[in-house]
């Protein structure tokens, strides 16, 4: 089974307030990932845990934070949203960094 | 540093024709590589991937890819398209040497369109 679970599927947000969103896997994976996506582009890297040590990427370092209370479990924490995070996110994890990364099925967060 | 280029922005075919979608890498040694897929309102699904060995590697619904040394690519195809088929395809590298540090680098995506 290579099923990432993600919630909510979609999410309203007023501009300055917070959002969290939950990422679970049930694969055992020591590594998970949390992505932006926006429509025609890459998917952008905003942070990983690497087992209990996260690596935030320099440009988001200060804008996202995560918490990783066991190893299926992973969340992505917006402090104060701004329209500029609407976007989908996306959970992912590995069986180790560099390997190949199983997605969820998204978060679509819309901020006004 | 790593990247990846996929130099087409959008594709049509016709539904049973045959596909071909480019990725170009540029690495100081040979990466990990991938194709995923997202269809329209999902995540991203993994299609394939190559990590060593015989070249030409297999994947989901009737995918494959060549991975070729000597052109620095990792191009997708497959013999047949189904309407289905229409979707986002990208193509991500990764260093085999793994560590903290490691993670996926992302083409821009080729939007797939088929046509019945």
């Known amino acids: 089974d290579t099923t990432v679970k993600q919630n909510p599927r979609y999410k309203l947000a007023r501009v300055g307030k917070p959002v969290n969103l939950i990422c679970s896997q049930t694969?055992?994976?020591?590594?998970m990932y949390w992505y932006q996506k926006k429509p025609n582009q890459a998917p952008k890297l905003l942070l990983f845990?690497?087992?209990?040590?996260?690596?935030r990427e320099a440009d988001t370092f200060e804008k996202f934070q995560s918490s990783r209370p066991n190893n299926s479990f992973c969340s992505l924490y917006i402090g104060s949203a701004g329209l500029e995070y609407s976007a989908m996110y996306l959970c992912?994890?590995?069986?180790?960094?560099?390997?190949?990364?199983?997605f969820g099925p998204g978060t679509r967060l819309t901020v006004l | 540093a790593q990247s990846v280029t996929q130099p087409d922005a959008r594709v049509t075919v016709s539904e049973g024709a045959s596909l071909q979608l480019r990725c170009k890498y540029s690495?100081?040694?040979?990466?990990?590589l991938f194709w995923y897929v997202q269809y329209p309102r999902q995540g991203l699904q993994l299609l394939l991937k190559?990590?060593?060995?015989?070249?030409v590697v297999q994947g989901v619904n009737g995918f494959e890819a060549e991975f070729s040394k000597s052109n620095s690519s990792f191009h997708l195809r497959k013999a047949s398209v189904h309407w289905s088929d229409s979707a986002v395809y990208f193509c991500?590298?990764?260093?085999?040497?793994?560590?903290?540090?490691?993670?996926?680098?992302f083409g821009t995506g080729t939007l797939l369109s088929v046509k019945p």
């Open positions: 845990y690497y087992d209990k040590i996260l690596n």
């Open positions: 694969m055992n994976h020591d590594t």
């Open positions: 991500a590298v990764s260093s085999p040497y793994g560590g903290s540090g490691n993670k996926l680098i």
């Open positions: 992912a994890s590995s069986p180790g960094t560099g390997y190949e990364q199983y």
């Open positions: 690495s100081s040694v040979t990466p990990y």
């Open positions: 190559y990590y060593s060995g015989d070249p």
